[in-house]
């Protein structure tokens, strides 16, 4: 009975009613696309980490990166990185030489880590070929080349075709520098990155830092990401002196980012909840209102005040049941079409977006494992939200609610 009475009502009043929906479908459309949102940046940012960064793997000497000392080479380097190779889990693995120096012009002068790469495996590795913007790729016949990022090139007023020196202290700390030409200018999706980052070919940096053979670093690509905690403790088992670390460990605020932005995600989900239960509450005190010599007559033929209650609350879920499947199938639609186009953040600036490390295209990917917690989130505000006019409802008189 009660039940009939709270699907008539509903209907008693279609705009209110379909103004409540709305506000649901609403308030569920935009927790959905918040999430979706972020899942797209979390996830282009990890990608972007492992695909043109570090890697999902890196190996160097154990004492290496205390200070990073150029002595601490790889033993046995070749025969390490081949092993690597032969295991079924991984799709690359790179060799780099890699020391810290200083870049200095007529300009002006900055420190910069001077990666030595092996051009051909580095282009697979980190997709270094396509983030030229400007120049040309290594040419084996010339020595000294060097790419540099677009950002430290405007930094220091530096084009295709100039020179700059490069200073580092060799293995036996003697201060070595070399003339380079820059070669070409990459942009990436991080700026910050560009700014310290230099690239000269491996075999140019070892004649002046170690011998041919040498390297300090492997940087290993898998072919799926959920295999790098089980090839970590592999290869940490196969070669006990390297230190063997993960993209987490190597870029660990990218980690962080991951790991609180659900938090963030849910904190302007209930921002936006607060909203709805205004409106909902508010709509709701109407219908209440306006029926106070109905709800009063109820209770003076005898109808429990606590029926009176549920009604009203029964009439709330079901308009939040009537709003949620909307709100969902909108946000499955437009999530969706962004998912296959991209939003473009260009308008927001592209530097700040690479400053943060983020490319200015996102696609959002639709929430599905956590749309069950979107849905108990918006059904209860929507409940809490009834609360007031319920028990509103609860506290007429039926003698004062008559004379209205």
């Excluded at 696309?33 to 990608?47: D, E, I, T």
């Excluded at 942009?187 to 300090?216: I, K, T």
Aim: net charge positive.
């Amino acid at each position: 009975m009660i039940f009939v009475m709270a699907w008539r009502n509903i209907w008693r009043n279609k705009m209110r009613s379909l103004v409540i929906m709305f506000s649901i479908a609403t308030g569920l459309f935009a927790g959905i696309a918040v999430l979706a949102l972020y899942k797209g940046m979390m996830k282009s940012r990890v990608r972007t980490v492992i695909y043109s960064e570090v890697a999902h793997l890196q190996l160097h000497d154990s004492d290496f990166k205390k200070d990073y000392d150029p002595s601490y080479t790889i033993r046995n380097g070749n025969a390490v990185v081949n092993s690597i190779r032969q295991l079924p889990e991984v799709k690359l693995a790179a060799i780099r030489t890699v020391t810290n120096g200083m870049l200095a012009t007529a300009t002006g002068s900055a420190g910069v880590i001077i990666n030595g790469i092996v051009p051909e495996q580095e282009y697979e590795l980190s997709q270094l070929r396509k983030k030229i913007v400007d120049g040309k790729l290594f040419d084996e016949k010339k020595k000294n080349q060097v790419m540099i990022g677009k950002k430290l090139a405007k930094k220091m007023k530096l084009k295709t075709g100039s020179k700059l020196v490069l200073t580092f202290t060799d293995t036996s700390g003697a201060i070595v520098s070399s003339a380079f030409r820059v070669a070409a200018i990459y942009q990436s999706e991080n700026a910050p990155l560009d700014e310290r980052n230099v690239y000269v070919q491996m075999s140019d940096l070892n004649e002046l830092l170690l011998n041919e053979q040498s390297f300090h670093e492997i940087a290993v690509l898998l072919t799926k990401d959920e295999d790098v905690k089980h090839v970590q403790l592999l290869l940490q088992q196969l070669f006990p002196s390297l230190q063997v670390e993960s993209w987490k460990e190597i870029s660990p605020e990218t980690d962080l980012m991951v790991d609180t932005v659900d938090l963030y995600s849910y904190i302007i989900m209930v921002i936006i909840m607060i909203a709805l239960a205004f409106g909902i509450i508010n709509t709701m005190l109407m219908a209440i209102l306006e029926r106070t010599r109905e709800i009063g007559m109820m209770i003076a033929l005898g109808t429990n005040r606590m029926k009176v209650f549920l009604l009203v609350m029964l009439e709330t879920l079901m308009l939040t049941f009537a709003g949620t499947p909307i709100g969902v199938f909108i946000g499955w639609i437009v999530m969706s079409y962004y998912n296959k186009n991209g939003l473009d953040f260009s308008g927001m600036g592209e530097e700040m977006m690479s400053s943060f490390g983020f490319s200015t295209i996102i696609y959002p990917e639709f929430p599905a494992e956590k749309l069950a917690g979107v849905m108990l989130i918006v059904m209860g505000t929507a409940l809490i939200s009834c609360l007031f006019p319920a028990i509103k409802a609860l506290k007429l008189q039926p003698v004062e609610a008559l004379r209205r």
